[in-house]
Nanobody
Framework: QVQLVESGGGLVQPGGSLRLSCAAS????????MGWYRQAPGKQRELVAR???????SYADSVKGRFTISRDNAENMVYLQMNSLKPEDTALYYC???????????WGQGTQVTVSS
């Protein structure tokens, strides 16, 4: 079991930046894949960015070049740096981790990101 707490969301103008943080209640070394998902009203939850234990990253096409995912194993943290934000980035953003041996995934409660002028 692990508890995940997201933070860093808020209201930002188009073109602005936010940094989301995901704090895990225990060591994230046991988790192979860590990612950020988002869900906008009336839409399905979608993968935004993922990082695996070796450091490889992948991004949704819609955020490539604007978002950067990173992890800090020592601090049990996962981050999502979001630059050049657009109104279509508005969503509830969730942190997700997948245990490397069991394949069980865990979710946080989400943090709201609203991009509006």
């Amino acid at each position: 079991q692990v508890q995940l707490v997201e933070s860093g969301g808020g209201l930002v103008q188009p073109g602005g930046s936010l940094r989301l943080s995901c704090a895990a209640s225990r060591s994230i070394i046991s988790f192979n894949a860590m990612g950020w998902y988002r869900q906008a009203p009336g839409k399905q939850r979608e993968l935004v960015a993922r990082i695996i234990s070796g450091g490889s990253t992948s991004y949704a096409d819609s955020v490539k070049g604007r978002f950067t995912i990173s992890r800090d194993n020592a601090e049990n943290m996962v981050y999502l740096q979001m630059n050049s934000l657009k109104p279509e980035d508005t969503a509830l953003y969730y942190c997700n981790v997948v245990h490397r041996f069991t394949g069980v995934g865990y979710w946080g409660q989400g943090t709201q990101v609203t991009v509006s002028s």
